[in-house]
Nanobody, 123 residues
Framework: VQLQASGGGLVQAGGSLSLSCAAS????????VAWFRQSPGKEREFVAS????????TYSDSVKGRFTISRDDARRIFYLQMNSLKPEDTAVYYC?????????????????WGQGTLVTVSS
């Protein structure tokens, strides 16, 4: 599976952005997908995941209620809709996938990664 993230940009606090991750490869429909983010000087942080086996979704506490992960297997794309953005959401966002039915919040458990897209939220 190869991944390409897009959709980052600059937005004011309280605004919204939608990230996309386009996937190639026949195994995408059997891949668990996730979003992570990394701010300067910090470790990569889990944001959200969706299991392929039953579409169970998990969010980090910091984004719960504001972000929504979704996927379109027919188009081989998954998304992260980000609402009510805060300056602390500023980071490079990475999409990730693993050919495993169960999700994980650990970045080391994901084999496939997109190149990252920068989200900047101004106050």
């Amino acid at each position: 599976v190869q991944l390409q993230a897009s959709g980052g940009g600059l937005v004011q606090a309280g605004g919204s952005l939608s990230l996309s991750c386009a996937a190639s490869g026949r195994t995408f429909s059997h891949s668990t997908v996730a979003w992570f983010r990394q701010s300067p000087g910090k470790e990569r942080e889990f944001v959200a995941s969706m299991r392929y086996i039953d579409r169970t979704i998990t969010y980090s506490d910091s984004v719960k209620g504001r972000f929504t992960i979704s996927r379109d297997d027919a188009r081989r794309i998954f998304y992260l809709q980000m609402n009510s953005l805060k300056p602390e959401d500023t980071a490079v966002y990475y999409c990730a996938a693993r050919t495993n039915p169960y999700a994980s919040a650990r970045s080391n458990d994901y084999r496939y990664w997109g190149q990252g897209t920068l989200v900047t939220v101004s106050s």
